[in-house]
């Protein structure tokens, strides 16, 4: 990611320390509530990091519920971040433990959304970086593709690896992000236990909302 300058990060900090609300859940596609704010969404495989991320970027322990089962967000949850910017909590798109019939349930939800919102700015695709990009995010990144939503991938988790580990993670994922034309060119590294990343991921963020 480009160099951003103090100012640029004292400016995202303040917005993302300011007032933020859970406003909605939705469980299916008609309880998606009503076009109003830029929206920026979070999506990945379940237990990636997504609550525990939008906790740390917001500074509150508990705005998003952070669940040790993974595959137990069964919601598209919808925070309001000032007057400016709506973070959404999409639930993890796959887990071996989960019927198929019920992930099949939760992707068209998703997808169902990622198509069908105009005011979406952004997709933040995360990745573990310990485990790199799997099957089904390339998935993702493919149907991201078709419906011309641009999505930048964060990886997550980088604390439980080393500065080489993180460097060739970073790599792989470049790769694995070739031909992907929704794909925003820079890859973030993340850590919602150290706070590495999450200065310039509110800054990409931030100027989201205008």
Same mark, same amino acid.
């Given at each position: 990611?480009? *160099?951003?300058?103090?100012? #640029? &990060?004292?400016?995202?900090?303040?917005?993302?320390?300011?007032?933020?609300?859970?406003?909605?859940?939705?469980?299916?596609?008609? @309880? &998606?509530?009503?076009? +109003?704010?830029? #929206?920026?969404?979070?999506?990945?495989?379940?237990?990636?990091?997504?609550?525990?991320?939008?906790?740390?970027?917001?500074?509150?322990?508990?705005?998003?519920?952070?669940?040790?089962?993974?595959?137990?967000? !069964?919601? &598209?949850?919808?925070?309001?971040?000032?007057?400016?910017?709506?973070?959404?909590?999409?639930?993890?798109?796959? %887990?071996?433990?989960?019927?198929?019939?019920?992930? @099949? *349930?939760?992707?068209?939800?998703?997808?169902? %959304?990622?198509?069908?919102?105009?005011?979406?700015? !952004?997709? &933040?695709?995360?990745?573990? @970086?310990?485990?790199?990009?799997?099957?089904?995010?390339? #998935?993702?990144?493919?149907?991201?593709?078709?419906?011309?939503?641009?999505?930048?991938?964060?990886?997550?988790?980088?604390?439980?690896?080393? @500065?080489? *580990? !993180?460097?060739?993670?970073?790599?792989?994922?470049?790769?694995?992000?070739?031909?992907?034309?929704?794909? %925003?060119?820079?890859?973030?590294?993340?850590?919602?236990?150290?706070?590495?990343?999450?200065?310039?991921?509110?800054?990409?963020?931030? +100027?989201?909302?205008?």
């Amino acid at each position: 990611m480009s *160099e951003v300058s103090p100012e #640029e &990060i004292a400016a995202a900090k303040r917005l993302f320390a300011g007032h933020c609300e859970f406003v909605a859940g939705a469980a299916n596609f008609e @309880a &998606i509530p009503a076009l +109003a704010l830029p #929206e920026v969404a979070f999506v990945g495989r379940s237990n990636v990091g997504k609550s525990s991320l939008i906790n740390a970027l917001t500074g509150r322990g508990a705005l998003a519920r952070v669940s040790q089962s993974p595959g137990r967000t !069964r919601q &598209i949850n919808f925070f309001q971040l000032g007057d400016v910017l709506m973070l959404v909590d999409l639930p993890g798109y796959s %887990y071996a433990q989960v019927s198929k019939a019920l992930i @099949a *349930e939760w992707q068209k939800l998703i997808f169902d %959304y990622l198509r069908g919102r105009p005011n979406l700015k !952004r997709v &933040i695709l995360l990745v573990d @970086a310990r485990r790199g990009v799997m099957d089904v995010d390339r #998935e993702a990144m493919t149907l991201l593709d078709r419906a011309a939503v641009s999505y930048l991938v964060v990886l997550t988790k980088t604390d439980k690896l080393s @500065a080489a *580990e !993180r460097a060739e993670a970073r790599m792989a994922t470049g790769f694995a992000l070739k031909g992907h034309i929704a794909a %925003y060119p820079d890859i973030l590294t993340t850590s919602s236990l150290t706070g590495d990343g999450l200065d310039l991921l509110r800054c990409h963020i931030a +100027a989201l909302a205008g």
